[in-house]
């Protein structure tokens, strides 16, 4: 519990942006208690959690749609997601990673800071593995266009 | 079935705004209060200072389940119950508000027992038994193994006697360290020789 909860926000956080991301987290947890005694001794947490998650932040994600007047949304988040720096991190990445597409950006966030293989990743968005890989790689380059910053991986063109 | 080499791992999370202890602790604090409210939360715990060092305190909605000594290892104690009670066990000190007021009153020589109440499920019935007398053995005073064994029936089982104090989930809150040895030396403690002096001499005082 201790050593996934960091990493479960820092997912939350790349998929919803930090202003909707303490609500999923709660939600991850809360469902993961609920339903743990059926979780085999061998699964791998990990990934368990990070399903969970998945369907919470398209919870949340579907919730916002219906109620939102988008254009409201936007410079709050913005707003909410530059007072989250801290630590000398640099907030634009964490912007460059709010305006890739959903898939690319689930795609990085669950293999690079999940640490999910990319068969995981796969099965918890849904397509094939090699999709997940694809939008990962595409989601890396883009986010290498659009953020200056910190090294991100080499090319992983396939 | 064959899968490129990855480079080798990008640090994204570094680079991403960090992931606070405070930020963590809020979190947690705000999960446990909801599992509890949603009757998911088994075993809530905490840790306690005391001049017998750091106590790990672990209660289910029945009551105090577990008190550990830090020369158990709270992590092994943390193990232990999340298999053998339930792994929904969650760092949550409310639960726990009463346990530790108690023990803090007892360390300040205010408290001369434990009014709190107790789950006995790491228990066998014989071994619960045994503890369940030992509150009988008032605050400043001492019975042998031998004394207690009679007195709950089972003069011959001095020895179990001795196991169960060795094995008391409850230290400190269920007596056993005024159990002692019949020639006068205080003899073993799960918390180790030195802290039952250290009660003893402190209820002796």
């Not at chain 2, 007596?175 to 002096?197: F, N």
């Amino acid at each position: 519990m201790a050593e996934h909860g960091a990493t479960v926000l820092r997912v939350c956080r790349a998929i919803l942006g930090p202003a909707d991301a303490d609500d999923a987290w709660s939600e991850t947890f809360l469902a993961a208690l609920k339903a743990y005694p059926r979780l085999g001794g061998a699964a791998n947490v990990e990934a368990w959690l990070v399903t969970i998650a998945h369907r919470k932040a398209l919870d949340v994600t579907r919730a916002a749609a219906r109620r939102a007047v988008p254009a409201a949304d936007l410079p709050e988040q913005a707003a909410a997601r530059g007072a989250g720096g801290g630590g000398g991190a640099d907030p634009d990445l964490a912007d460059a990673l709010a305006a890739l597409p959903r898939r690319q950006r689930e795609a990085v966030a669950y293999h690079y800071l999940a640490g999910l293989p990319y068969a995981d990743v796969a099965a918890v968005t849904g397509g094939s593995t090699e999709a997940a890989r694809r939008a990962a790689a595409d989601g890396i380059a883009r986010l290498r266009k659009t953020y200056a910053g910190a090294a991100l991986p080499d090319g992983e063109t396939a | 079935m064959t899968v490129n080499p990855e480079p080798e791992a990008l640090d994204l999370a570094g680079a991403l705004p960090e992931v606070t202890r405070a930020e963590l602790s809020a979190l947690h604090a705000r999960l446990a209060e909801n599992a509890d409210a949603a009757g998911v939360l088994d075993v809530a715990y905490r840790t306690l200072d005391t001049p017998a060092g750091s106590l790990l305190l672990a209660a289910t909605r029945s009551g105090l389940v577990r008190v550990a000594y830090r020369i158990e290892g709270h992590d092994q104690v943390l193990e232990a119950l999340a298999s053998r009670v339930s792994p929904r066990i969650l760092q949550a000190p409310g639960r726990l508000d009463a346990a530790a007021r108690e023990i803090d009153e007892y360390f300040a020589g205010r408290r001369r027992s434990f009014d709190l109440p107790l789950d006995f499920r790491l228990c066998t019935a014989f071994r619960r038994k045994v503890l369940r007398h030992l509150p009988g053995i008032g605050y400043g005073h001492t019975a042998s193994y031998a004394t207690v064994a009679a007195a709950v029936g089972a003069p011959r089982a001095v020895r179990a006697v001795g196991t169960a104090c060795a094995t008391n989930p409850l230290p400190l809150v269920v007596p056993c360290h005024r159990v002692i040895r019949s020639d006068g030396q205080p003899g073993g403690y799960l918390g180790g020789p030195a802290t039952k002096r250290l009660l003893l001499d402190l209820e002796a005082a």
